[in-house]
C-alpha cells in the first residue's frame, strides 16, 4: 500500500512531476527524490513515471517513500500577519491589478517584517475564500510583474495556475503595453525620442550603470520617453521602456543630466530628492495586447487598466505657471 496518495489539481496540472514534488514536499532531498522516481516509489495513475512526466488535474500520484519524508511543520501562515488592504485597479476570477503604493516592497526582502505585496494579496484571496492553502499542493497566488520599493503603480497578480502561465508568457513575449509617469529634473533639449545606451550592473551596490558605449556585460538599453508639461524646474514624462532592465528609466534619464525628482540614488546631488520622499516615478498604465492566443484570458486582449491617483502629480501641478512641451 502507498504511504500516501494525491490527486493533483487544477492549479497543479502542466507541471514537471520532480518540480511539482519537489515543492509539494520541502523536507524530501533531491537525490531520494530521484532515486524514488527510479526505483518506481513514485507511481503516476498507477503506472511507472519520469522526472519529466507532465501532471494533469485528476491524476493521480501513489508515493512509497519514508514517512519522514512526508511530515511538515504545522502550518503558520506569515501572509496573515500582512494587512489586508489592496489598492485595486482591476479584479476578475483570474487577476488582480493593484496600484502599490510607495514604499512598500512587492516581495520578501533580507529586512523582510512580514508586510510585502505579495503577503497583502494573499491575506486578501484567503479572507475572500479564493485561496485555500490547505487545499493547494504547491501553487499560491503570485505576482507577475515587480517594481522597485519606492516606485508605485500596476502590480498583476494570478490567482490561479493558469492564469499565471499566461500573463508570464505574455511579459516574455512582450504582448504587454506598459506606460510610466515621471518627473525628471530640468527641461529636455528634445521634447520627445528614444534613448539608446548600454546598461552595467553592480550587484553589491545594487545599482546601474548607463553608457553611451557597450563594455563587458552590459546590455543594450532603450527607453522612449515624451515631455506632456514643465513646470518651474521639473518636466513630467511619459516613458515607455522598450527593453527592460534594473533601474532603467532612473539610470538612463539621469545618465543624459535629467535624473527624477525624489531619487536620492541616482540623482546627482542631496537635492535631487527636494520635497519627494520618493523616487517620481509611477508605472501609470497597462494595455493587454495579445498577439497569440491567451486561453483562459482571452477577453482582456485589447483592455487597457490606468491607476486612478499619481502621487506626485498634485506638488507638481503647484510649481509655477504649466507649459506645454511646444513654448
Known amino acids: 500500500m502507498p504511504r500516501k496518495e494525491l490527486t493533483i489539481g487544477e492549479n497543479d496540472g502542466g507541471q514537471r512531476l520532480d518540480k511539482f514534488l519537489t515543492k509539494a514536499f520541502p523536507n524530501l532531498p533531491q537525490a531520494v527524490l530521484y532515486k524514488c522516481i527510479r526505483q518506481k516509489d513514485v507511481k503516476l495513475n498507477g503506472a511507472r513515471c519520469r522526472p519529466e512526466s507532465r501532471l494533469r488535474a485528476g491524476d493521480r500520484l501513489s508515493l512509497y517513500w519514508q514517512e519522514e519524508f512526508f511530515r511538515q ?9 500582512a494587512p489586508a488592504k489592496l489598492n485595486i485597479v482591476y479584479e476578475d476570477e483570474n487577476i488582480l491589478l493593484l496600484d502599490k503604493k510607495p514604499g512598500l516592497i512587492v516581495h520578501p526582502d533580507e ?34 510583474n515587480r517594481i522597485d520599493r519606492n516606485t508605485s503603480g500596476i502590480v498583476m497578480a494570478a490567482k490561479n495556475a493558469e492564469a499565471l502561465r499566461v500573463l508570464n508568457q505574455k511579459v516574455k513575449d512582450r504582448e504587454l503595453e506598459k506606460l510610466y509617469l515621471c518627473l525628471a529634473r530640468g527641461r529636455l533639449e528634445q521634447k520627445a525620442g528614444d534613448l539608446r545606451g548600454y546598461l552595467f550592473k553592480d550587484e553589491k551596490k545594487n545599482r546601474v550603470y548607463v553608457r553611451k558605449t557597450s563594455c563587458p556585460g552590459a546590455k543594450t538599453i532603450e527607453t522612449r520617453y515624451r515631455v506632456l ?11 515607455e521602456l522598450l527593453t527592460g532592465r534594473t533601474h532603467q528609466i532612473r539610470a538612463h534619464l539621469a545618465s543624459i543630466g535629467h535624473p527624477l525628482a525624489g531619487d536620492g540614488k541616482y540623482g546627482k546631488t542631496a537635492r535631487s530628492k ?35 491617483e499619481v502621487w506626485f502629480l498634485e506638488p ?11 513654448e
Open 111 to 144: 529586512n523582510y517584517h512580514f508586510d510585502s505585496l505579495i503577503a497583502r494579496v494573499q491575506h486578501y484571496l484567503y479572507d475572500k475564500g479564493e485561496y485555500r492553502p490547505q487545499e493547494e499542493n504547491a501553487f499560491a497566488p503570485a505576482l507577475v
Open 274 to 308: 527636494g520635497d519627494f520622499p520618493y523616487q517620481a516615478l509611477c508605472a501609470y498604465r497597462l494595455g493587454f495586447r495579445f498577439a497569440s492566443p491567451a486561453g483562459a484570458l482571452e477577453y482582456l486582449n485589447g483592455r487597457d487598466f490606468q491607476v486612478r
Open 229 to 239: 508639461e514643465e513646470r518651474g524646474d521639473l518636466s513630467l514624462l511619459e516613458v
Open 73 to 81: 511543520a504545522p502550518r503558520e501562515y506569515d501572509f496573515l500577519k
Open 316 to 326: 507638481f501641478q503647484k510649481l509655477g505657471r504649466p507649459q506645454t512641451a511646444k
